[in-house]
């Protein structure tokens, strides 16, 4: 039998014929790698951004050019030739544009630190008065944070200064707590301590002294460790400290003296004065600011266990001690978080009070100022500046606060 022979008109595969290169699979490799994937993101992300930023400089750039005008910071030096109608720090119109900046970052932080101190204050108590037994004592206060917290900051500005405060009566008629403080339409006046030394060396002294103290407990804290008492050294070291406060504070007192507000002619002179619209934005972001804070406190205090409430009155501690030493401790761990961004927004939102006419930085710098320079971009950039550094600052200092009070796992 003859078998037919087939003959192979295939040819063989040749070898890698059909498969990926090398090349190829590096670079799927590459896409399908978390860590690789995201340093491509992240450099086409920068790439986006600084593309972004060029266009906005370019764009300004050319639209100065079309304006003849020049970008840069020598209008600081110029004189600025304007009045400010409040001011912690010395100023006056022959005074250059820089000191106009300076004068509105320190108005605006006295305003915004004054508000975070005084909010938190009101707003803490409330948050607790919120988790009250007694139904009257919480509904009053959550009925304040619903009220105060749903009305726009701005229109509560306004209404403190054009109804409360502007209807004060006039300087005349002012009330008034004997000799020492006045109030009336145009603000706040109080008496003063005036010093024939300068006050920065006061401060010196102060902090001079606080640091002797400070050194000489650490001194003695070695042999309290050990014998449970202080050393004689230690008694003759405080008698000396007492000597040199004593005789610092008869310096200073008898370097002191009293600057009593009086009526001259249709105003007061002598004393400090607080004009009436830091009053206005003074109340209305401190009310409202509390009320946002009162939430804060109140869902941190519900963050802890029922138990705690309950062991802390089995042991006999009354409700003030077991807020003070059990429960405020442990919900301050949840509470500093979103108190961080009420604190951020303080600051911020004092640029509100631009409306009422406060010397705040808005005020004297974006607005006055801009105007008579045509700055804009260099202004805006200054003001944002601050902003972003202030906030930042806040934020550091009460995220490093807020590390230091969380449990540390060991």
């Known amino acids: ?145 619903e009220i105060v917290r749903n009305v726009p900051l701005l229109i509560q500005i306004i209404f403190w200064f054009t109804v409360v405060f502007s209807t004060l009566p006039a300087p005349r008629e002012s009330y008034h707590l004997g000799e020492w403080f006045f109030l009336n339409n145009r603000g706040l006046y109080v008496t003063t301590v005036q010093s024939a030394v300068s006050w920065g060396w006061v401060l010196v002294l102060v902090a001079g002294l606080i640091l002797l103290l400070y050194g000489l407990l650490r001194w003695s804290k070695p042999y309290y460790a050990l014998s449970g008492s202080r050393s004689s050294g230690f008694y003759i070291g405080l008698v000396v400290w007492a000597l040199l406060a004593s005789w610092a504070l008869w310096f200073f007192v008898n370097a002191m003296t009293l600057s009593v507000p009086s009526l001259q002619g249709f105003n007061f002179s002598g004393g400090a004065y607080l ?26 205090m519900q963050s802890i266990d029922r138990g705690q409430h309950e062991a802390a009155f089995t042991i006999g501690f009354s409700r003030v001690q077991s807020l003070r030493l059990i429960l405020i401790p442990q919900a301050i761990r949840s509470i500093i978080p979103p108190m961080t961004n009420s604190w951020l927004t303080s600051v911020k939102d004092s640029s509100l009070a631009v409306a009422i006419g406060f010397p705040e930085l808005v005020s004297v710098f974006m607005q006055t100022s801009m105007n008579q320079t045509g700055r804009a971009i260099e202004i805006i950039f200054m003001v944002m500046g601050f902003y972003i550094f202030i906030s930042l600052l806040i934020s550091y200092l009460l995220n490093k606060y807020n590390d230091s009070v969380q449990y540390k796992v060991r």
């Open 275 to 300: 004009p009436a619209s830091f009053g206005a934005a003074f109340v209305a972001m401190t009310v409202y600011r509390s009320a946002a804070i009162a939430e804060t406190v109140r869902a941190g």
């Open 1 to 145: 039998m003859i078998q037919s022979s087939t003959s192979k008109s295939q040819k063989s595969p040749v070898k890698g014929a059909g498969l990926p290169s090398s090349a190829t699979q590096k670079r799927r490799s590459l896409l399908n790698n978390d860590a690789s994937r995201a340093v491509i993101l992240q450099a086409f992300v920068l790439m986006l951004a600084l593309f972004g930023l060029w266009f906005l400089f370019a764009n300004a750039s050319e639209n100065l050019n079309r304006l003849g005008m020049t970008f840069g910071f020598d209008f600081l030096q110029v004189t600025a030739g304007f009045n400010i109608s409040w001011s912690l720090i010395p100023y006056d119109p022959s005074m250059s544009y820089w000191r106009v900046f300076f004068v509105g970052i320190v108005n605006t932080l006295v305003l915004s630190f004054c508000v975070i101190v005084v909010g938190t204050l009101i707003g803490t108590l409330v948050g607790i008065l919120r988790l009250s037994e007694n139904p009257l004592v919480s509904q009053l206060a959550r009925w304040y944070v």
